[in-house]
Structures are given as structure tokens and as C-alpha cells.
């Protein structure tokens, strides 16, 4: 009874074992087919002992159901998110599309207006235009004699003024050329310049030059004579600057004198024109380095310095930048002791000036040149010698003193170019001399130097020392007095309270030796006031 009572109890285990299958054939992942043959062999063979296990099983296996269901909806969620989100980009797209189709048909619309209001413009402009044709017909229909001819005037008048305001665009760059003056109707420019200078001149010792300090008048021995004193204004200056801009290249001419001719009258110091490459006329010679000439108050200069102006061909081929290159054909002057010169072939110079960094520059300069004169002492004698000169010259910033302090050199030397040197120059007869016996014409070699430094003591101030030499060997048939060599030293303060005026003074010494070794030497002060315009 009992027996069979458990035997009817048992059919809860297959119905457990069916669950099983469908939970199995649902989730697939989860029951395999070993727990489905587990589960048959359970069926076969009953353990009384594990009757309870089918329920504990089945709790497991609902959990994982219901932890899958949760699965499923989250995952149904996201894909009911993504299906909005991707309806709304929809929905945007479209009413960005709508809004475009709009804006372009805006665009349609205005562009179509605006070509309807231009074609208005275009007719209304037409119909105007013939009327004013009209009027301007009927108006020349009754026009009488007097007023086509005032007409004609006027549209004369009209070119005139047209041409003028052409020529007035076309005029010289004032900036390129401070202070000038534009020449009306043309495309040049016109500058007045120079300086009223005055200079009181005191010398302690006695000199043949009592307005400068000329070193080679000082008496050798010092002995006689009279120390003097001088107030000049000699050294005064005017000068006219044209400049104009061709086709061809740039146009210059310039003309500038003082007043150190005998009386204090008009002198000429520069005239020449320059046409491009090309100068002819009277200015300083390429032998000079006038980049190099340091800032002084004596008339005169430095005894050894090269310094001249004479008339001359000069041409200045471009090279470049840095580089710049003389050829000339100058005055040839020939000055010679004991005779007269002769001058027919014209002095050849060339130069190179190389520029370093545009704060210093070394120039090298070379002369040739034929000397001939007519001895007086032998009836007429003439006798022809060559000269040449060479000379170094430069300028170069002194930083390490202060930065617009420099320093400024030239050297020179060779056979019959004495009066390219200052003192010599000034002296004359140092090219060459005549042998009085033999009628000969013999160079004389010469060697000049100077040497100078600026030092600004501030923006108006500044102070420069110079000191310069010039030696001479002396022919044996010279006479003892000849000049043999000088020695010039020379110190000066220059004050500059404005651009236009520059107040100052030197102090010099010099001294001279001749060829029988007899010296003599003087001291000199000079003040001065300059006045630019």
C-alpha cells in the first residue's frame, strides 16, 4: 500500500525532466545534450536518496531565465534608443535639407531681382545718355562765333592744366633729395647750399701764412719775422645742386665756389655735370679719399693728406654694392723746379673702394703720368720722365670707444706726383727738377701719411687729433734749404648746439725740416663759428 502510494508519487520527476528538455531546447547555451542524458539515466534508476533534486535545478534555472529576460530587455531599450536617435538625425536632416532647398530658392529670387533692377538701370541710363546727346546737338546747333571760340579757350586751358599736373607727378623725389626745390614743369630739382664761416686765426710763432697754417711756409731757422693774427671769412661757401631722373639713368650738375681768391672774391672750387656713369668737369681727383678726410677747422688741411680739384673725364662703372671703381683722365699740371712744364698727355687714375659691414671701407688708388718741361738754365733744354703714384686710404668705427667714434688713415707714395700732396700742392715745383748741369729732369719720390681719430663726447661734441708727415728725397743737386720733410699735429673741440651751426677750436703744431737738416716749428690757435643754409 505504502509501495504503491510512492510508486503513484514518482510522476513528478518526469514531469521535472520535461521542464528540463524545454528550458534546455530554449536556452541552448545553457543545457547541453550530457544534461539531457543525465537526466534520462536519472529516470532510469531512481535514488531515493536525491528525490529533492530536480527542484533545486529548476530554481537555478529560472534565476538564469529571468537574469537572460533582464538581459533581453536592456538590450530591447538600447535598441529602442538607437531607433530614436536615428529618427530624430532623420528628422534634422530633412528640415536642414528643407531649410537649404529655402535659402537657395531666397537666393534665386534676390539674384533674379537684382538682374531686373539693373536691366531698369541699363534703360533708364540709355534714355538719359540720348537725351543728353540731343542737348548737346541742339546746343552746338546755336552756338554762335564767339562761343566756340571762348569753347576752344577753355579746352586749352583744360590741356594746359592737365599737362601740368603731369609734369608736377613726374618731378624729383623730395625725400631722395632734402631741401631741394622742384623746378615747375620739369621733373628736376633744384638745392642752395653752403656755409658763412669765420675764422679767427692766432699764430705764437712766425708763418708765411697768417689765415691758415700752411706747415712748409714755417721759417727755417726761426729767426725774424713776426707772429700775426687774422679774422677771415674767406672760407664761406655757395654751391647749386640740380638733380633729375632720366630714361637713361640720373641727371646732376653742380657748381660751388668760395671767396679765397686774392681780395676775398669769388672762387671756383667745384663744376661739373654727371650723367649716369659719366662726370666731366672740375671736382676732386679719384687719387683722393675724401670718405677719409677727418673733421678740422684750418683752412688749409693736413700737410700729407692727397687733395686736389681739377678738371677731369671720369667713369664709374657699377660693380656692385660694395665695390667702387674709378677710371679718369685728369688736369695733367705738371709743377717742376728749375724749369717750365709742359702738359700734353692727361694724368691716368684708377681706384677701388671696397665697403665692409657699411661702417668702413679701405680705397686703393693709383696714378701714372708724364712730366715734361723746358730747363732754363741750359738754352731751351727739354727733357720728359714718368710719374706714378700709389696710395691706401680708409675709414673704420672705433666701438670700443663709443659708437660714432672712428678712425681715418691715408698713405702715399711715389715718384713725380708731389703736388697731388697737400703741402706740396700749395708750395708747387715738387714733381720734378732740372739738373742745372746736366739739363736733366729728375722725380722726386715722396712719401705722405696722416692719421686720425674722432672720439664724440656726446650727441653736439665731439673732439679730433691728427697727426700727419710728408718726407721728400732730395736730388744731390738740390740746394741745402730744400724742402726735406714737416711734421703737423692737430687737436680741436667742435661744439654743435643745432644741426646748422658748428662752433669750435684748434690748436696746431708743425714743424719743418729742410734737406741740411735746419728745423723750424710754430704753434697756432684758431676759433671758429659756421652757419649752414
Same mark, same amino acid.
Request: overall charge negative; hydrophobic content about 35%; charged content about 20%.
Given at each position: ?6 510508486? *503513484? ?62 538581459? @533581453? ?21 530633412? /528640415? ?46 546755336? @552756338? ?67 689765415? *691758415? ?23 664761406? %661757401?655757395?654751391?647749386?645742386? @640740380? ?23 669769388? %672762387? ?62 685728369? =688736369? ?19 681706384? #677701388? ?37 700709389? /696710395? ?19 698713405? /702715399? ?52 687729433? #691728427? ?16 724742402? =726735406? ?41 684758431? @676759433? ?6
Amino acid at each position: 500500500m505504502n509501495r504503491a502510494t510512492q510508486t *503513484r508519487g514518482t510522476p513528478q520527476r518526469p514531469g521535472g525532466i520535461l521542464i528540463l528538455l524545454c528550458v534546455g531546447m530554449c536556452l541552448p547555451g545553457i543545457t547541453t545534450a550530457q544534461s539531457v542524458e543525465a537526466a534520462g539515466d536519472r529516470s532510469a534508476e531512481p535514488d531515493p536518496q536525491t528525490a529533492d533534486a530536480p527542484n533545486v535545478k529548476l530554481d537555478e534555472l529560472m534565476e538564469m531565465l529571468k537574469h537572460q529576460q533582464a538581459q @533581453l530587455d536592456a538590450q530591447k531599450a538600447q535598441i529602442a534608443a538607437q531607433a530614436a536617435l536615428i529618427a530624430t538625425l532623420q528628422i534634422g536632416q530633412a /528640415s536642414a535639407s528643407k531649410t537649404r532647398d529655402q535659402q537657395i530658392e531666397q537666393r534665386d529670387e534676390q539674384i533674379a531681382s537684382q538682374t531686373q533692377q539693373i536691366d531698369t538701370q541699363r534703360q533708364a541710363m540709355q534714355s538719359l545718355q540720348q537725351q543728353v546727346d540731343q542737348m548737346a546737338d541742339a546746343e552746338s546747333s546755336a @552756338l554762335t562765333e564767339q562761343e566756340k571760340e571762348m569753347r576752344s579757350r577753355l579746352e586749352t586751358l583744360e590741356g594746359s592744366i592737365k599737362a601740368s599736373q603731369e609734369a608736377d607727378s613726374s618731378q624729383y623725389d623730395a625725400d631722395a633729395f632734402p631741401g631741394s626745390i622742384a623746378l615747375p614743369g620739369t621733373s628736376a630739382a633744384l638745392r642752395i647750399g653752403g656755409f658763412v664761416k669765420m675764422n679767427i686765426v692766432e699764430s705764437f710763432d712766425p708763418i708765411g701764412s697768417k689765415d *691758415r697754417f700752411i706747415v712748409g711756409t714755417i721759417p727755417v731757422p726761426n729767426q725774424g719775422g713776426q707772429a700775426q693774427a687774422a679774422l677771415t671769412v674767406s672760407q664761406s %661757401r655757395l654751391n647749386f645742386d @640740380l638733380r633729375e631722373t632720366t630714361q637713361y639713368g640720373p641727371l646732376r650738375a653742380f657748381i660751388e665756389g668760395d671767396f679765397a681768391g686774392d681780395g676775398d672774391t669769388f %672762387r671756383l672750387r667745384h663744376a661739373y655735370g654727371q650723367f649716369g656713369d659719366i662726370l666731366v668737369g672740375k671736382t676732386w681727383t679719384a687719387f683722393m679719399d675724401s670718405a677719409a678726410s677727418p673733421e678740422e677747422l684750418d683752412f688749409e688741411g693736413i700737410n700729407g693728406r692727397i687733395n686736389v680739384r681739377q678738371p677731369q673725364i671720369r667713369f664709374t662703372p657699377q660693380i656692385g654694392t660694395e665695390l667702387n671703381l674709378i677710371v679718369s683722365l685728369e =688736369d695733367p699740371n705738371a709743377q717742376i723746379t728749375g724749369g717750365e712744364a709742359i702738359s700734353q698727355i692727361p694724368d691716368v687714375i684708377a681706384s #677701388i673702394r671696397r665697403t665692409f659691414f657699411e661702417r668702413w671701407h679701405v680705397k686703393a688708388s693709383a696714378l701714372f703720368r708724364t712730366i715734361e718741361g723746358t730747363c732754363i738754365c741750359l738754352d731751351g733744354n727739354q727733357d720728359k720722365v714718368t710719374g706714378w703714384g700709389l /696710395s691706401v686710404s680708409g675709414k673704420s668705427g672705433l666701438p670700443r670707444l663709443g659708437p660714432r667714434d672712428n678712425l681715418m688713415f691715408q698713405a /702715399s707714395y711715389g715718384e713725380g706726383y708731389g703736388r697731388y700732396v697737400n703741402d706740396l700742392g700749395t708750395l708747387g715745383g715738387m714733381d720734378a727738377v732740372f739738373d742745372p748741369v746736366t739739363g736733366q729732369l729728375k722725380t722726386l719720390p715722396v712719401f705722405a701719411y696722416y692719421v686720425a681719430i674722432q672720439h664724440w663726447w656726446d650727441d653736439a661734441i665731439r673732439s679730433t687729433i #691728427i697727426y700727419s708727415y710728408v718726407n721728400i728725397n732730395n736730388t744731390s743737386f738740390q740746394g741745402p734749404d730744400a724742402y =726735406d720733410k714737416t711734421n703737423r699735429l692737430g687737436v680741436n673741440v667742435i661744439w654743435s648746439p643745432t644741426p646748422r651751426i658748428d662752433l669750435g677750436g684748434e690748436l696746431l703744431w708743425g714743424s719743418r725740416e729742410n734737406k741740411d737738416s735746419q728745423t723750424g716749428h710754430a704753434t697756432q690757435l684758431q @676759433l671758429s663759428a659756421k652757419y649752414r643754409y
